[in-house]
C-alpha cells in the first residue's frame, strides 16, 4: 500500500538544503536523520549523494511508514535502512554499533520549534555523545537572533506554533547555540537560507 506523505515546506527546500550538505557531507559513511517525517529529504538526499547511506528515523509511526513508502517507491530497499523510531528524549538512542561506527553526521530539519525545548537538549546531548571529533550535527529551520524574530513571516509562525503547543516556538540561536557549546558542539556556520531559515552547521571539539 502506498503510505507517502507529501510535505510541501520540504520539497521546496530539498534542492537548497542539498546544496548545503554538498559542501560538508565526506563521499562515504552514515547520516542519522532526526525527525525524518515524510522521508521526502532522505530519499532525495539519497539519490543525490549514493555514496553516503542514508538512516532515518521518526517517532511517529505514520511518518515511518511514510520514510518506507518513499523508500519502495524509489526502489531503494537494497541501500536505506528501514527507519527508526528515535524519539530524542528516549536517551541513549537506540542505534546499531554499525551506525555508530559509520555515522559522519547528524541532521535534524525543520524539528526543534514542533517539539519542546526538551527536544534541543537531548538532540545535542546525545549529538554530542554519538558524535567524534571533527564530526558535525546540522539543523535547519527558522531561528531568532538576539531574541528577536528574523522576519514578520517568522514572528506569525512563531505565534501560531504557540497557539498549537503552549512548548512549542522559534528559538533562539544564541540559546540553542549554548546547549551545543555544553556538549562540545561549536557553531562552524550559519547559512542564510530561503524564506527566511538558517542552516546551522555544528561541529564536535574536545579541546585536549
Ligand atoms: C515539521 S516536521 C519536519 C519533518 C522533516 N524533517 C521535514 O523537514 O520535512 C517535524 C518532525 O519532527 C518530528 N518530531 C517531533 N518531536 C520529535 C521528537 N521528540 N523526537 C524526534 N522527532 C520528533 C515529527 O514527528 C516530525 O516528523
Redesign the pocket.
Known amino acids: 500500500m502506498d503510505q507517502r506523505l507529501f ?1 510541501p ?2 520539497q521546496r ?1 530539498k534542492k537548497d538544503i542539498g546544496d548545503v550538505l554538498s559542501k560538508i557531507l565526506l563521499k562515504k559513511g552514515s547520516i542519522l ?6 522521508g ?2 532522505a530519499i532525495e538526499f539519497q539519490k543525490r549523494f549514493p555514496g553516503i547511506i542514508w538512516q532515518t ?4 509511526l505514520i ?1 515511518r511508514k511514510s520514510i518506507s513508502s518513499w523508500i519502495d517507491y524509489e526502489e531503494l530497499n537494497r541501500k536505506m535502512p528501514a527507519p527508526l523510531g ?5 536517551c541513549p538512542w537506540e542505534i546499531s554499533s554499525e551506525l555508530r561506527d559509520s555515522l559522519q553526521g547528524i541532521i ?4 526543534i520549534h ?3 525545548w526538551e ?1 534541543t537538549k ?2 545535542f546531548k546525545e549529538s554530542g555523545k554519538l558524535l567524534n571529533n571533527g564530526q558535525f550535527l546540522m539543523i ?1 529551520g527558522p531561528f531568532k537572533i538576539g531574541n528577536k524574530h528574523i522576519s514578520q513571516s517568522n514572528e506569525l509562525f512563531d505565534k501560531t506554533l504557540k497557539l498549537q503547543n503552549k512548548n512549542w516556538g522559534v528559538r533562539n540561536l544564541e540559546k540553542v547555540s549554548a546547549e551545543a557549546f555544553k556538549n562540545d558542539l561549536i557553531r562552524e556556520e550559519l547559512i542564510k537560507m530561503p524564506s527566511n531559515n538558517l542552516a546551522l552547521i555544528y561541529r564536535k571539539f574536545i579541546s585536549i
Open positions: 510535505f515546506a520540504t527546500n536523520e532526526i525527525g525524518s517525517g515524510s521526502e529529504h528515523s521518526d517517532p511517529e511518518h528515535i524519539d530524542v528524549r528516549v535534524s530539519i525543520n524539528m514542533i517539539a519542546s527536544c537531548s538532540l535547519y
